[in-house]
């Protein structure tokens, strides 16, 4: 008889990812997908009632994650209402300073795969913790700056960071609500990023130079809500989806080599829908 070991192993792409005895080419994949194109027009489940639906629980969980995606989207337009100030403090040109935006978003992929790794493997909670001390360090650290290269450094270190907070953030507020909910509450989280950015102009009119600090009492401020998210994270539990995760991999191989078989099955089976919403 097999052990339960071989079992889970065995059937971790059933378990994991859902069972397809049909296992399409890429060929085959490509000429089905003009079927796919008509929409099911199905009847929309009342919105009232699907968000009626979600826990206490499934609330917090959202809000912190709104919470989280708006500081992260303040944080990066903090540069972005500076420009002249940076420019004039530094002795560069408005476009030598959009160069701390660009890294920015260089290196934001960079802390997606670090920080979504992490996540996976070492649950929800302290990734969260961690993205959000690095926010305090690299906007407390922006606002003291004297040099353009060690602004452009920052800024670099501020991209990973960056980047590795809406896929958490995304886990965190999505995967224990109803499936029926979880379009609408994905759009609601996605508004926490123009939230953000309204709240970087309003704080933008009220800290750049209004004080003889000039421009960074607007970062060192960018760095305050950070503390909030963290030991907002800290009072909340682990997700019960990564908890069950957790328990599945225990009952397998081991964490480890269950973790990245887990990673293996998931490119194997939706590489091409990565490619999509990569470009997307």
Known sequence: MASANEKTGRHLDDDFMGHDDNKMTVKEYLSTRI??????????????????SLSKMNWMMFLLAFLGWTWDAFDFFTVS?????LAEEFGKSKTDITWGITLVLMLRSVGSIVFG?????YGRKWPWVINNLLFIIFELATG?????EQFLGVRACFGIAMGGLYGNAAATALE???????G????????????GYLLAVVFARALVDTTSHGWRPFFWFGACPPVLLIIGRLLLPETQAYQRRMAMRQDGD????????EGKVALRRYWLMLIYLVLL
């Not at 027009?41 to 009626?52: S, T």
């Not at 790794?117 to 493997?121: K, N, P, V």
């Not at 081991?254 to 078989?261: A, L, N, P």
């Open 81 to 85: 209402l500076t420009v002249t100030e």
């Open 254 to 261: 081991g964490i480890e080599k269950t973790f990245f078989r």
């Open 176 to 182: 224990d609500v109803p499936p029926e909910a979880r």
């Open 35 to 52: 079927s796919t194109l008509k929409p099911p027009m199905h009847r929309p489940p009342n919105p009232i009632k699907v968000l009626g």
């Open 144 to 148: 003291f700056c004297n040099t353009y």
């Open 117 to 121: 790794l992490a996540a996976d493997r």
């Open 184 to 195: 609408i509450i994905s759009g609601m989280l996605q508004q926490g990023y123009a939230f």
